[in-house]
C-alpha cells in the first residue's frame, strides 16, 4: 500500500486500545466457584472445535492478569476492553454473586486503572451460564430477565471504576451462529430459535442498560458492540439490491432497528414470516429495549458481498466462524454469498479498509450524535518466532495501517469516533477454530504461556505514543 503523502494523526483524546473475551483468555473454569458456560460444553463435546480445543487453559489470564496490564502498558495502550465470564461472578445465571468472581475482575480494574489504562467492560461475549440454557437460553424470555439482574450485579461492583459499559458483544453472533448454523455454543440449529433469541438479546440489551443505569453514577457511559455488516450486493440489479437488502435486515437492523430506532424494519418482519410470527415481541419491548445510548460500538473485520440466486449445493456460508450446512440467515436461502475479491487474512476474510470506512459513515448517519467506537478490528496471521525469538508480522501491520487510516478518513468526513481497539491484545482461544488463529499483536507460546510483542504491537505503540501511525515499515 502506497504511504500516505500527509501523516495520518489522531485527536488527542482518541483511545488506542486493545480487546479481548474472557473464555478466550482466562482459563481458570473451575475456580473460585465458577461454573460451565455453553463455550465450556460446547468445546468439549466432540467435534465442535478444531483438534477438540477448549479454553480450560486458555492463556491462562486469571492467574497472568498482572503481568499482562504490565505488558499493556509497555505497549502504550490506552484503553483495554475486556468481557466479564457470567457464570464467574453468577454461577447459576440466578441469585446471590459470587464474592471472589467479582473479585478478580475489581483487581483487574485496579491494576489497569494504577497504569493509567481505561477499563471498558463487556457484560456479554457469548458465554451464558449452561443453567440458563438448560432452561431453554436465548431463545426463552426467562434469559433477558436474567441478563438484567446480571448487569445490575456486575455494575453495584465496579460501576464506581469502570466508566466504559458494552452490554453485548456481537448478538447477531449468540443468535445466529449459536442457534442458527451451530457453529457457535450452544450449537441448536433452528431458524425460528435464532430469531426468538434475537429478540430477547435485545430486550437483555435494553434492560440491563436500565440496571446498569440504575445502580452506576451517572458519568458512565453505556454501549453496545455490533459487528454490523457492510452488505454489498454483487451487482446493481434489482434482483442483488434486493438480496443485500434483506441481508442487511438480518445482520444489522435486527438489532439497530430496535436499538436506535425502537422497532423491526417492516421488511424484516416480511421477509421472515415464514420463519416466525414475532408473537414474542410483547407490548412494552420495544420502549424497553429502545434506551438512549451513549456511545455505539462497531466491530469489523470484512465486508460481505451477495446476490439473489439458488442456495448453493454446499448450503449458504456461515459469515465465516466456521462451516455448517444449516444458514445463520433465517428465511434467506435464496441468498447466495461471495468471496470478495482481494488479498485475504488467515481466516480467508478479505482485506477491505474501505468497508470500515462506509460502516463508521453509515452510523454515523444513522444513529446522528452517537460517538463510535471501532471496539474491535484485526487480522489472523500464521505468525512464527524466527531463530531469536521475534516475530515479525508486517501483513498485520499493513492491515491495521489501512483500517487506522479508514477511521481516520471518517473522523475527517465528520464522524464522532473516540477510540479503537485491537482485536486482540495477544493470541488467544479462536473459537470453533480453537488455537489455530493467531489474532494477538502479542505471541503466545502455548506450550510455555510466554507473551512475547510482534512488531505490530511495536508498531501499534508507537502509534498509541505519538497519536500517528508510522510508516509501514516502522517496527520492522
Ligand atoms: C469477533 C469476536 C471475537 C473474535 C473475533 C475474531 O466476531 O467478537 O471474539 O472471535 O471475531
Redesign the pocket.
Known amino acids: 500500500m502506497p504511504e500516505p503523502v500527509t501523516p495520518v494523526t489522531f485527536p488527542p483524546a482518541f483511545l488506542w486500545g486493545a ?1 479481548t ?1 474472557a473464555y ?1 483468555i482466562e482459563g481458570a473454569v473451575r475456580e473460585d466457584g465458577r461454573t460451565p458456560s455453553i463455550w465450556d460444553t460446547f468445546s468439549h463435546t466432540p467435534g465442535k472445535t478444531a483438534g477438540g480445543e477448549t479454553g480450560d487453559i486458555a492463556v491462562e489470564h486469571y492467574h497472568r492478569y498482572r503481568d499482562d496490564v504490565a505488558l499493556m502498558a509497555e505497549l502504550g495502550l490506552t484503553a483495554y476492553r475486556f468481557s466479564i465470564s457470567w457464570s464467574r461472578v453468577q454461577p447459576t445465571g440466578r441469585g446471590p454473586a459470587v464474592q471472589r468472581g467479582l473479585d478478580f475482575y475489581r483487581n483487574l480494574v485496579d491494576e489497569l486503572l494504577a497504569h493509567g489504562i481505561k477499563p471498558a467492560v463487556t457484560l456479554y ?2 458465554d451464558l451460564p449452561q443453567e440458563l440454557e438448560d432452561a431453554g437460553g436465548w431463545p426463552e424470555r426467562d434469559t433477558a430477565l436474567r441478563f438484567a439482574e446480571y448487569a445490575q450485579i456486575v455494575g453495584d461492583a465496579l460501576g464506581d471504576r469502570v466508566e466504559q459499559w458494552i452490554t453485548l ?2 448478538p447477531w ?1 449468540s443468535a445466529f451462529l449459536g442457534y442458527g448454523s451451530g457453529v457457535h455454543a450452544p450449537g441448536r440449529t433452528d431458524p425460528a430459535a435464532s430469531l426468538r433469541a434475537a429478540h430477547h438479546l435485545n430486550l437483555a440489551h435494553g434492560l440491563g442498560t436500565s440496571a446498569l443505569r440504575a445502580t452506576m453514577p451517572a458519568r458512565n457511559s453505556v454501549a453496545v ?1 455490533l ?1 454490523s455488516s457492510v452488505v454489498r450486493p454483487l451487482s446493481q440489479n434489482p434482483a442483488d439490491l434486493a438480496a443485500a437488502r434483506r441481508i442487511d435486515d438480518l445482520a444489522n437492523g435486527v438489532f439497530h432497528g430496535p436499538m436506535l430506532h425502537g422497532a423491526y424494519p417492516e421488511t424484516l418482519l416480511a421477509a421472515t414470516s415464514s420463519v416466525t410470527d414475532w408473537s414474542y415481541v410483547l407490548d412494552g419491548d420495544l420502549a424497553a429495549i429502545n434506551q438512549p445510548l451513549d456511545a455505539l460500538g462497531l ?1 469489523y ?1 470484512t465486508p460481505t458481498l451477495v446476490s439473489a440466486a439458488a442456495a448453493s449445493a454446499d448450503g449458504p456460508r456461515a459469515d465465516g ?1 466456521g462451516a455448517s450446512s444449516f444458514s445463520p440467515w433465517p428465511g434467506a436461502d435464496d441468498v447466495a454469498f461471495h468471496q470478495t475479491p482481494g488479498e485475504r487474512t488467515e ?1 480467508g476474510w478479505t482485506i477491505d479498509p474501505t468497508g470500515l470506512h462506509d460502516l463508521i459513515m453509515r452510523y454515523s448517519g444513522e444513529a446522528p450524535g452517537l460517538p463510535l467506537y471501532v471496539t ?1 478490528n ?1 487480522a ?1 496471521y500464521d505468525d512464527k518466532p524466527d531463530p531469536d525469538g521475534r516475530v515479525h508480522d508486517p501483513e498485520r501491520i499493513a492491515y491495521l495501517h489501512g483500517h487506522l487510516s479508514a477511521v481516520r478518513r471518517a473522523i475527517t468526513d465528520g464522524a464522532d469516533v473516540r477510540g479503537y481497539y485491537l ?2 491484545l495477544m493470541d488467544n482461544f ?2 470453533a477454530y480453537g488455537y489455530g ?1 493467531r ?1 494477538g499483536a502479542v505471541y503466545v507460546d502455548y506450550a510455555t504461556q510466554a507473551r512475547t510483542p510482534k512488531s505490530s504491537a511495536l508498531w501499534y505503540r508507537q502509534a498509541a505514543r505519538t497519536g500517528t501511525l508510522p510508516p509501514v515499515t516502522a517496527a520492522e
Do not use: D, L
Open positions: 480487546a473475551s478466550q461475549h457469548w458483544n456481537e453472533c458492540s459487528n466491530n473485520y466462524h481466516m474491535e484485526g489472523a482485536w486482540s479462536e473459537w488463529k489474532f
